[in-house]
């Protein structure tokens, strides 16, 4: 079978190199032609995604000209809904008129992105050796940004900065090989990049960068080599999409379990470069957890173990060199991952607190009898009332009659406070049984601290949430309203304070720095450990009446970032540390520690060859 | 700039507003004018629904207890499975604990309007003050620090308080109000809680009593008060912080339990302090009374008197977390369990000693001086007397000068200078009187006036040190350009450079007589400069200070300011570097003060005989005195701890002598 799939492969990739130079011709002219290819041709992953926002194009929302919100497209739950009350949370919450729209340049520039910086010989040796490569401004300026505010915000301007001047698409381990050699060879700076959803800053060409800047793009090697149902492992090439790893090993009846929010468009080799952390962690582990072998290609040549035993004893393990080095050191080529057999069974839930503090409280029980399910979040009430602006048009006055019943018993009967209470979201997943009982568990331990059941429903919504934030800022983008979000891990006896302060230190920010609309801000804990929680906020405000609103939102993650050391935060649970982060690298590691990176960094590439200058 | 080695600590209050004098003030209201109009009892049992602090954890007074004793902090100090420690811990905090409760407010609300009336014309609050208040009360947890002259002060706090609807505070008071019968309950019931003066070594009160107090912060139970002054300023100077207790209620903001923590300085002024006679008695070594009920109703004459008006200023909000950005790094506090108690490092030490000075000056800066303040200074220039005419026009140019540099003046602007002048005599006719033109200090003559000599210098004393603490009320505002008046006339060379080094070496000698921020010398510096050149005194060159033609009477009149505390120091050092080299066993201030006290007569000797090295008699008074206070104390403290001292019984042999010619000196007089 593994001989067989490695053929299948040669013979696909030759395909490729064939069809490529006209490929791209014959492709502008025909949109459908590039729906068909792009399965298995990604580089034109951009003709279904939007060159300037979030995730498909065909996906988006809008307020239609009732001034109601729907979100477009058929791919998600939410599709072709009508939200009757998002128009009415996202004006009140944000001081926003539809009257005033910030609208985005509708088609990029071409002739803003600057001339490629070529390195002729290097290019002609890619020639040579048969690599796919496009310097047009389209895949070249796709590759230049993640989905940091400030990136996207720019984009919509029409502004674009450094680009890179190629980009490369490697279809195996060798053409790897081959292209960092010749990287060396030529000295030019390689930039990894897999699904392009960072939010570090980790994609943007460092400005000082002389060098021509080559952009290797992994979405060609997205396939899985094998499986191995006897260890249950399955040897995959790093640039696969995270939904196109879990359908395919459905399909053998397996998965890996590992579930980031970005897992319909981040690849493999990025979690691994980033240390990523998935939402049914508490399961199937993160990816520190998951990953049994790794193979990446460096400057020095290709380091991995010689062998997949599960756990060693030899020295620190070389694989905390590469998990979160986030392309300083090399090109994750292929990973060796623990799967598991699909769930016989799934079911959400949802819990009401009277207020978040009782909420923390039940979490940290749960972490402590280690009986957290595959997902357990906890939306604080800014978090809750956003969910509920999200509620589709209900489809009778019965549903609706049930919504204003449920209503009445939490806020008046059990007198819980609408503007205090709090939502916590479950996902279980097992044996039927063994969830209902485990679903018995948790339940038991949240009355406890005031809890209450409610429903299947909330806790699918808010699962759903996670999945068009993301499609919801660009909204926010059309109507003066920027945001983002960041994450931090904390101990348990903090998250309360931790919560609380970078909250508020948002708010003060906000106010000093002249932001005319109270923003929004908002918590949730996402993650529980033994020892401490993760923590993701949510912060957007209305910039009407600034004139550089991008420079006031740093200033303001900045400070919420300092809020979050100065309370005993990390720097970050799992979106790294890229170039926003960097300033503080120092003190989160210690210099010493910080040397050991850079000493590694400096055997391991001496000329930086991957100069993308995030981390150190 | 000449002098960059000593860069100023920036830490936003005070220090923004380069001049000074361009402080905007609020205007006052008096509390009292309802009080006259309307029924007191009404008022006592009218509706009382204060706005509360937005994270409040809403907790009654004795759940507050149960919370203290289960803490992780307390239980870390307790250690496991000790009942005989949990259960001391209990009895401590039942000693400390208050137990606020409306009714007992209402009842003072009744009895203190009634007490209010009878004593002052009127109790002016700043209303603005009131509102900034109110606000800080809502968004974070609060802490107010009056200034300390009197016992009335956190009556007359928690009075204003529930006047204006605000949340009523829990107050920090000594264990002397304890052994009040009745009273003492009386006022833990309208929220005071009680500590004791000292307990160095025990960790377990320790303990307890921090654990109090935070969490009564954290929860946001009420605002906290306590005097940073630590105790009832004798002399009308303020005293130098005490920083404990502000420790404790920064330290939740440090380890981030609270976003942050307003601090509300509030001064209080009298025109006339209850205290007045009793403070001077209390500095010339006459012990305080114990605190009584007794005491208290006897002291009920002192409601037929009258003692002007006070003013009750709250100043603006100060954040700690605004004056700790860039001095505190809160990350310090990750890597240890928050309950576990740590000691402050030097940094976090240097910081809450540097925001208890600046907040004490706050306070300085707010008070109001009233025009008895300015004759009071003229009058213990001049202790022979002066014509009242010259005391007018002195007091007017003075006036000036005060308002030149800021001075929160209540000074009525539409009557004429003799009348507030007269008006301002009668009120304090104990002190002095006017007689044929003459205004003087009173001294009670004694029957039989041969044998009492020392009665009278005592009593002489008594006056001259009242009328002090009233000229000490303008010191803060002249003390730092008195320091450069000094600096300009020892620096021999008018050097700008040379000028501050002098000062600069003045203003550490007197770092523990005035409210100096410590490393605010170039700042002090500056300021002082600016002053002098705006009034017209001195002018600033690009090298140099120059003292103006017409500078010559604000140099002299500053100098004078000063002189009394200069000799007194001057003297000490002196001696105790020639005479008494064995003193070294004592502390440093005990070396002053005995010495001080030989010195004292050695310059009033002197004086006698050199009619020029003239010193005003009071500053002599006042430096022996304090220095007799200090002593009475010590020696008080080593009858206690006789253990921890070496050489104890010369200390009593010392103290007996000096005792003796303390007593002669005063009969010199």
């Given amino acids: 079978m593994f001989l067989k799939i490695i053929h299948a492969c040669k013979t696909s990739k030759r395909k490729v190199q064939l069809s490529f130079c006209c490929m791209r011709s014959i492709l502008s002219l025909s949109l459908s032609l590039s729906l068909s290819l792009s399965y298995f041709f990604f580089p034109f992953r ?21 001034g109601q919100a729907e979100f477009t497209g058929k791919r998600y739950r939410l599709s072709g809904l009508i939200l009757p009350s998002l128009k009415d949370w996202f004006e009140g919450t944000f001081g926003a008129n539809l009257q005033h729209k910030s609208p985005a340049t509708p088609a990029l520039n071409v002739s803003a992105v600057p001339p490629p910086n070529l390195n002729e010989s290097f290019v002609e040796e890619l020639k040579a050796a048969g690599v796919a490569l496009s310097q047009e401004p389209e895949d070249r300026v796709f590759r230049s940004h993640g989905h940091c505010l400030h990136e996207i915000f720019a984009l919509r301007e029409g502004r674009i900065s450094r680009v890179p001047d190629l980009v490369v698409w490697p279809s195996c381990h060798n053409d790897v090989v081959k292209i960092v050699e010749l990287a060396c060879k030529h000295n030019v700076c390689l930039i990894p990049y897999g699904g392009g959803t960072s939010v570090s800053s980790a994609l943007e060409c460092p400005p000082e960068e ?16 094998w499986i191995d149902e006897k260890n249950l492992t399955a040897h995959v090439e790093a640039g696969i999409i995270g939904q196109d790893l879990e359908r395919q090993l459905n399909e053998s009846g397996y998965c890996t379990g590992h579930e980031p929010d970005s897992m319909e468009f981040s690849s493999l080799g990025g979690w691994v470069a980033t240390r990523a952390s998935g939402m049914k962690k508490n ?5 520190e957890d998951l990953v049994v072998h790794i193979k990446m290609v460096t400057p020095r040549g290709v380091i991995e173990k010689s062998c997949q035993g599960p756990r060693m004893s030899t020295g620190p393990d070389i694989h905390h060199f590469i998990m979160g080095s986030e392309g300083t050191l090399g090109v994750v080529t292929e990973v060796t991952m623990k799967i598991r057999p699909v769930p016989e069974y799934q079911k959400y839930g949802s819990i009401v607190f009277p207020n978040f503090q009782q909420g923390v409280a039940c979490l940290r029980e749960v972490a402590k009898q280690r009986c957290a399910p595959a997902s357990i979040r906890l939306m604080d009430n800014e978090q809750f009332q956003f969910g509920h602006a999200l509620k589709p048009q209900v489809s009778s006055i019965f549903t609706s009659f049930l919504d204003g019943l449920k209503k009445f018993y939490i806020t008046k009967f059990k007198g819980f406070d609408p503007h205090h209470l709090c939502v916590a979201t479950l996902l279980f997943e097992g044996d039927r049984e063994k969830v209902l009982q485990h679903e018995k568990q948790v339940y038991d331990i949240a009355a406890k601290f005031g809890g209450l059941a409610a429903g299947e429903d909330n806790g699918q919504r808010g699962y759903m949430l996670t999945f068009v934030i993301a499609y919801l800022r660009d909204l926010g983008m059309d109507y003066y309203v920027i945001g983002e979000s960041f994450e931090t891990s904390v101990p348990w006896d903090r998250v309360l304070d931790l919560c609380r302060n970078v909250k508020e230190r948002i708010v003060r920010e906000c106010k000093e720095r002249g932001v005319q609309f109270p923003p929004l801000s908002t918590c949730r804990v996402t993650q529980t450990y033994d020892a401490g929680a993760c923590v993701y906020f949510y912060f957007a405000f209305n910039y009407r009446g600034l004139s550089d ?10 400070a919420a970032r300092e809020e979050i050391l100065a309370n005993g935060g990390s720097l970050s649970h799992h979106h790294g540390v890229g170039k926003l982060r960097k300033e503080w690298m120092k003190e989160a590691v210690s210099t010493v520690g910080l040397g050991m990176l850079k000493s590694v960094k400096e055997y391991v590439d001496p000329s930086n060859i991957f100069g993308n200058r995030n981390l150190l | 700039r000449v002098y960059p080695a000593l860069r100023p600590m920036t830490t936003g209050i005070g220090s923004s507003t380069p001049n000074p004098v361009l402080k905007k003030r609020d205007d006052f209201e008096d509390v009292l004018e309802e009080r006259r109009n309307s029924s007191d009892l009404r008022y006592a049992l009218r509706c009382y629904t204060p706005a509360l602090y937005k994270g409040l954890v809403p907790c009654k007074a004795s759940m507050l207890k149960s919370i203290v004793l289960q803490s992780d902090s307390l239980q870390y100090v307790v250690g496991q499975s000790r009942e005989a420690v949990q259960e ?43 509102q900034r208040l109110q606000q800080a009360i809502q968004e974070h947890p609060v802490v107010l620090l009056p200034s300390h002259r009197s016992y009335m002060d956190f009556l007359m706090m928690s009075y204003i308080l529930y006047t204006y609807d605000l949340a009523l505070p829990v107050i920090a008071a000594g264990m002397d109000f304890i052994s009040m019968k009745f009273v003492g309950e009386m006022l833990r019931m309208s929220g005071a809680f009680f500590i004791r003066r000292s307990f160095g070594g025990d960790k377990l009160y320790w303990a307890v009593f921090s654990e109090y107090v935070k969490t009564m912060l954290r929860n946001g139970y009420a605002p906290i008060e306590f005097f940073l002054e630590g105790t009832r300023s004798r002399t009308g100077k303020s005293l130098t912080p005490k920083t404990g207790l502000l420790n404790i209620v920064m330290e939740p903001f440090f380890k981030g339990e609270v976003f942050d923590v307003n601090l509300v300085p509030v001064s209080i002024s009298y025109e006339r302090i209850l205290e007045e006679s009793l403070y001077a008695r209390e500095l010339l070594g006459v012990p305080k009374p114990k605190e009584s009920t007794s005491g208290l109703l006897k002291a009920r004459r002192i409601l037929s008197e009258d003692y002007g008006s006070m003013h009750v200023y709250f100043g603006h909000p100060v954040s700690i977390r605004s004056l700790a950005q860039g001095h505190i790094s809160r990350s310090q506090h990750n890597l240890l369990p928050r309950h576990i108690p740590q000691k402050p490092t030097a940094d976090t030490q240097a910081f ?29 220039q001049n202790p022979d007397g002066m014509d009242l005419s010259t005391l007018t026009e002195q007091a007017d140019w003075l006036r000036r000068l005060a308002l030149a540099f800021g001075a929160f003046l209540d000074w009525p602007d539409h009557e004429p200078c003799s009348k507030v002048i007269s008006s301002s005599l009668a009120l304090h006719k104990n002190l002095v009187c006017v007689s044929g033109g003459r205004v003087r200090l009173v001294v009670e003559e004694l029957p039989g006036a041969e044998s009492a000599t020392e009665e009278a210098g005592f009593n002489r004393a008594v006056s001259v040190l009242s009328c002090a603490s009233y000229r000490n009320q303008i010191l803060h505002l002249f003390v730092r350009p008195a320091l450069i008046a000094v600096a300009m006339q020892t620096a021999n060379c008018s050097r700008k450079d040379e000028v501050f080094n002098c000062f600069n070496f003045l203003r550490n000698v007197f770092s523990n007589e005035f409210i100096l921020c410590p490393g605010a010398a170039v700042q002090d510096f500056e300021e002082a400069c600016y002053l002098l050149g705006k009034c017209g005194a001195v002018q600033e060159l690009q090298q140099d200070l120059v003292m103006s033609q017409s500078g010559q009477t604000t140099l002299a009149f500053l100098c004078s300011v000063l002189d009394p505390f200069l000799q007194g120091y001057q003297v000490v050092f002196h001696t105790n570097t020639q005479k008494y080299r064995y003193v070294h066993t004592f502390t440093r201030f005990n070396v002053s003060t005995c010495v001080m006290i030989l010195i004292t007569a050695y310059t009033i000797k002197s004086r006698q005989t050199s009619p020029h090295s003239v010193q005003p008699l009071c500053a002599v008074f006042e430096v022996f ?25 010369s200390d009593s042999v010392l103290w007996s002598t000096l005792k003796a010619v303390c007593v002669k000196t005063l009969v010199l007089i």
Wanted: aromatic share 10%; hydrophobic share 45%; proline share 2%.
């Fill in chain 1, 46 to 66: 951009h003709d279904i995604m939007k060159w300037n926002g979030w995730g498909y194009s065909d996906s988006r929302f809008l307020f239609n000209k009732k």
């Fill in chain 1, 210 to 225: 002389t060098r021509s800047i080559v952009s290797l793009d992994t979405s060609q090697m997205n396939r899985i080599l």
């Fill in chain 1, 283 to 287: 399961i199937y582990g993160n990816i």
């Fill in chain 1, 549 to 558: 609103p991008i420079h006031v939102y740093e200033n303001v993650e900045h």
């Fill in chain 2, 88 to 130: 001391e811990a209990a009895l401590l905090l039942e000693e400390m604990a208050h137990r606020l409760q409306l009714g007992t407010i209402r009842f003072f609300a009744f009895t203190l309007s009634k007490a209010f009336k009878a004593l002052f014309r009127g109790v002016c609050v700043n209303e603005e003050g009131i």
């Fill in chain 2, 352 to 380: 809450v000693n540097d925001t208890a000075f600046r907040l004490v000056r706050l306070q300085e800066e707010n008070m109001v001086l009233k025009p008895w303040v300015l004759l009071a200074t003229l009058l213990l």
């Fill in chain 2, 625 to 649: 005195s304090l220095l007799i206070l200090s002593l009475t104390k010590s020696t008080k403290r080593s009858n206690k701890v006789p253990e921890k001292r070496t050489g104890k019984e």
